[in-house]
């Protein structure tokens, strides 16, 4: 059939054949678009009821909507011959990738999220698939499952099983395989048998033929999930256990518990019950009982300096600053920080300074009964504030019995500079770059260049020298001509006097992505930053902001950002950028929920509520996401980032004179201060102004804005993707395509 053309389809490629019929790659050359055709087998589509009941199921599937579910098109009959015209997706079936081993269990419980999403999408609308295997599953490119043939399998069941192999006969449930009536609780048995098999590599009811596969099925326990899987979590084979009782009654009854299940299986997603039991620790922020509670910085900068320290040791859990700094000033039971942040054991104290003298208490305590371990206080001058943090963490490590190897026997802190005025300033540049804010940025750098002027080989120093100037070019407080420059030479030079900095190969990963468009370069300095520190948290995160997702290698980000998260479950911009990750992959529905559990920690996290309403843009529901960036727009004081967000929502819903008036008032803005040309890209492209789109993206090329760097992932361009002018520009960015 290749190349003949069967009503408006012209036959390009055979992709499959099974039971049920033949699948081809075709051109819809009406709509000009590439479409998969399946073609009945004459044994099915002859039977007048099951051609009845087909239709039926099949336009009921049609209207199914869901990002985990095949697109049906059409149903189409010409000279008798039933075809069906779907949604084509290139990638491979899932009974493809589990042939090559066990999946991940990061992998497979992304997947199974996503299929167990599209299931109860369709389970809502009274649509049972009745024939949910491996083989009825795509994976695109991009790691987006695909639910396939929704309808055909209660005609192919219907007619004396028509078209069934032992390998469908192995996913049907007890009451499938007797044939009696089933529902959507069928459903369920077939994803947990798919899900034991994508963790085990096998398969859980086997047989050598039909009969034995079904007695399996309804006589026979599968092998425990954790020997076939040792690093899988008790609490996944406990869920595939409720999947697969024989009795429908005592499975899940809806899949909206099992995902709930499969969403709080714990902060660890993929981690095996060994790896969750792993000890973890809180160093809690100093609290500040010195006279003139002027400190602040001064205890903030010595938690820090514990944190960083005591997360080089190899095997032990150290929760990162941001969620640390969550608690800071709150009366909280030690058990109820211990829960929220999954750990073992929680460092707390109080420093109080006087003059030169200082007082460090602190005290280590198992979280899990409120039972001090430990605890000791420190007398001594100023001078000593180095010994004294040895000390400390050293006390920590003797209590707890770590095993400490190599350089850490020598001692756990690296101090970057004997100047105490120099140490000082430092902390409170941290102290201000931690804030964020512009005026908190300018004021980090200048404490940064006075550490500098202090101590010219103060590592730590240029490192936070280049945060501040890469931050200020970001957030589009200073043009990037003028920032980013200053931001590079300071982390090279923090590289030059210290190249075991992890902090500084950070930075510099960012910079040569967003500057240098060197994506080979920035590979390599993130991938050395997580050598020299695994347990950095901003390490995997920017990794995946910077580098993976631009690229399009979305699952890959996706891990970084789960790991990132694992060392710091409360930080907000983590659990956002889930949520950035599915809206750059397209999976909106995944970007619209993650976001929307951040805001519910924080309904002001303006970050979340800015991508919450582009998600729901590009979703087609235009109300939602104006309502979303106008909240964003006021949260921020009309900045420019959320105002050119609202220009191109209010384009994309059919308002162009609303967006037009935003883009006068980023241009007004634009002769007060830095406006990116990105924003004004945006509202262009969303108005369909192709050429003046072009014109302003070019600008950002020239000044090397940061935003740019998504280009090839953000879906507000994709009006664009087909122009000559897109291709060029994405080559000058070395980005593939995408």
């Known amino acids: 059939m290749i190349n003949q053309t069967i009503s408006h389809y012209k036959i390009l490629q055979h992709l499959g054949q099974g039971g049920m019929g033949v699948v081809y790659k075709a051109e819809d050359t009406r709509l000009k678009r590439e479409v998969a055709i399946k073609f009945l087998s004459p044994e099915v ?44 997706i290139d990638g491979l079936d899932l009974r493809q990738k589990i042939a090559a081993g066990p999946l991940p269990i990061d992998e497979a419980l992304d997947l199974a999220l996503q299929i167990a999403q599209g299931l109860q999408a369709a389970h809502e609308k009274k649509i049972t698939h009745r024939d949910i295997k491996p083989a009825n599953i795509m994976i695109t490119a991009k790691g987006q499952a695909k639910i396939m043939d929704f309808g055909l399998a209660q005609m192919a069941h219907g007619s004396a099983k028509l078209g069934l192999t032992a390998g469908t006969a192995a996913f049907m449930s007890p009451e499938q395989a007797r044939g009696e009536e089933v529902d959507h609780r069928t459903d369920v048995w077939s994803f947990g048998v798919m899900l034991y098999e994508m963790l085990a590599g096998e398969l859980p009811f086997k047989g050598y033929y039909e009969d034995a596969v079904f007695y399996a099925i309804q006589n026979e326990k599968p092998a425990p999930l954790g020997e076939l899987r040792p690093d899988a979590p008790a609490k996944l084979a406990a869920l595939i256990d409720k999947a697969l009782q024989k009795d429908p009654g005592k499975r899940y009854q809806q899949m909206e518990s099992l995902i709930h299940d499969l969403k709080n299986l714990g902060p660890q997603l993929g981690a095996p019950l060994a790896e969750k039991a792993v000890p973890a620790i809180v160093v809690l922020p100093l609290a500040d009982l010195s006279p003139q509670k002027d400190q602040e910085y001064f205890c903030d900068g010595i938690t820090e300096e514990l944190i960083d320290a005591l997360a080089k040791i190899e095997g032990w859990r150290v929760v990162s600053r941001t969620s640390a700094f969550v608690f800071k000033g709150k009366s909280l039971d030690i058990r109820t920080i211990g829960e929220q942040l999954n750990v073992t054991y929680a460092l707390e104290g109080s420093l109080r300074k006087a003059g030169n003298h200082l007082r460090i208490t602190a005290q280590l305590i198992n979280v899990q009964d409120g039972f001090q371990l430990w605890s000791e206080k420190y007398d001594r001058e100023m001078d000593d504030v180095f010994a004294i943090q040895d000390e400390i963490a050293g006390a920590i490590v003797g209590k707890l019995k770590m095993q400490l190897t190599g350089e850490q026997k020598t001692g756990l802190f690296k101090h970057y500079t004997a100047n105490l005025e120099a140490y000082n300033l430092y902390l409170q540049a941290r102290f201000h770059l931690n804030k964020r804010t512009e005026d908190d940025l300018q004021k980090g750098v200048a404490y940064c260049r006075q550490a500098i002027a202090l101590d010219p080989t103060y590592a730590l120093a240029y490192a936070g020298l280049a945060d501040g100037f890469a931050l200020l070019g970001f957030q589009g407080s200073l043009p990037p001509g003028a920032a980013i420059p200053q931001a590079k030479a300071a982390a090279e030079q923090a590289l030059a006097i210290d190249e075991t900095l992890a902090e500084a190969h950070v930075s510099l990963g960012c910079l040569r992505a967003i500057y240098d468009r060197d994506w080979q370069e920035s590979e390599k300095e993130f991938k050395r930053a997580l050598a020299l520190n695994p347990n950095h948290s901003t390490a995997h995160y920017w990794y995946a902001l910077w580098y993976l997702l631009p690229t399009g290698q979305f699952d890959l980000a996706l891990a970084e950002i789960k790991k990132a998260l694992e060392l710091d479950p409360l930080a907000l911009v983590l659990k956002a950028g889930i949520g950035w990750q599915f809206y750059f992959a397209r999976q909106y529905d995944q970007a619209i929920a993650a976001l929307q559990k951040t805001l519910e920690m924080d309904a002001n996290f303006l970050f979340a509520r800015d991508l919450l309403g582009q998600a729901y843009s590009q979703k087609g529901l235009h109300e939602q996401a104006i309502a979303e960036i106008e909240k964003a727009v006021a949260l921020s004081n009309r900045r420019a980032l959320s105002l050119a967000a609202l220009g191109h929502a209010y384009a994309l819903a059919g308002k162009p004179e609303m967006a037009r008036q935003i883009l006068t008032e980023l241009k007004q803005l634009a002769t007060q201060k830095y406006v990116s040309a990105c924003d004004l890209a945006l509202v262009h492209a969303g108005l369909g102004e192709k050429e003046q789109a072009f014109e302003w993206l070019e600008k950002a090329f020239d000044e090397h804005n940061g935003w740019l760097v998504f280009l090839n992932v953000e879906p507000r361009f994709d009006s664009l993707r087909a122009e000559a002018a897109f291709s060029t520009l994405r080559r000058k960015m070395g980005l593939h395509s995408g």
């Open 45 to 88: 589509s002859l039977h007048n009821a099951d051609r009845e009941r087909f239709m039926i199921e099949a336009q009921a599937a049609a209207a199914l909507n869901h990002p985990n579910i095949a697109t049906i098109y059409a149903i189409e009959e010409v000279n008798d011959e039933l075809f069906i015209v779907m949604e084509y």
